[in-house]
Structure formats: C-alpha cells, structure tokens
C-alpha cells in the first residue's frame, strides 16, 4: 500500500516561496511509470492540478502556474519537494500529494490526506 504524507508550513506570507515535501512509503519515487503530482483545492473551489515528475525525474506543470512552480526530488529519502514561488492570497488552499495510476499523468490513485497552506500577511 502506497502512502502520502505532506508536510511544510501551514503560513506563508505575500511574495514569499511556498514550500511542502511528500513522503512515500510503500512504493519507490523512481518506479517505472508513475508520476508523483500535486494537486491542489482552495476553499470553495474545485480541485486544481499544480504539476508532477515522472520516474525518471522529468517535471509538468500547469501552464497557469508553470512559472512559479518547481519540483524536485529526493531519492535517498524517497520524497518530492514543491516549491510555489510569489505567492498570493488565491495561492491559500489543501495542498495534497499524491501518486498517479500507471502511465497516466492527471489521474491519480493514492493521496496524502492534505495540507492546508493558507497565504496571509
């Protein structure tokens, strides 16, 4: 059983960088196939997804968020890192990590149970 598990600040304030890693457990961030996203939902609002890196490393982004979006990854610890850069109020939302099914990168099968990341001054 594959198992998520977000953590980072809680509070980030205006202009600053959004930061929050994913632990893995139960399966290998390097394993064929998979891409590890984060997705995201502000209050009210629907799910959105941010961007991922495949197994071999490779990284996608929204191209609403591309430009402030950079993911990496930590190998020996089995984790990945998203950094949300310049962020605004509208950035406040559960931030969730999560592993996708095989081959696919906008479905995904298991989740962390979410972050609340909320972005005030």
């Known amino acids: 059983q594959v198992q998520l598990q977000e953590s980072g600040p809680g509070l980030v304030k205006p202009s600053q960088t959004l930061s929050l890693t994913c632990t893995v457990s139960?399966?290998?961030?390097?394993?064929?196939?998979?891409?590890w996203g984060w997705i995201r939902q502000p209050p009210g609002k629907e799910l959105e997804w941010v961007g991922a890196m495949g197994y071999t490393g490779n990284t996608y982004g929204s191209p609403s968020l591309q430009s402030r979006t950079f993911i990496f990854r930590d190998t020996s610890k089995n984790q990945f890192t998203l950094h949300l850069s310049s962020v605004i109020p509208e950035d406040t939302a559960v931030y969730y990590c999560?592993?996708?099914?095989?081959?696919?990168?906008?479905?995904?099968?298991?989740w962390g149970q979410g972050t609340l990341v909320t972005v005030s001054s």
């Open positions: 999560a592993r996708s099914l095989s081959s696919t990168l906008y479905a995904y099968e298991y």
């Open positions: 139960g399966g290998n961030i390097t394993a064929r196939t998979y891409y």
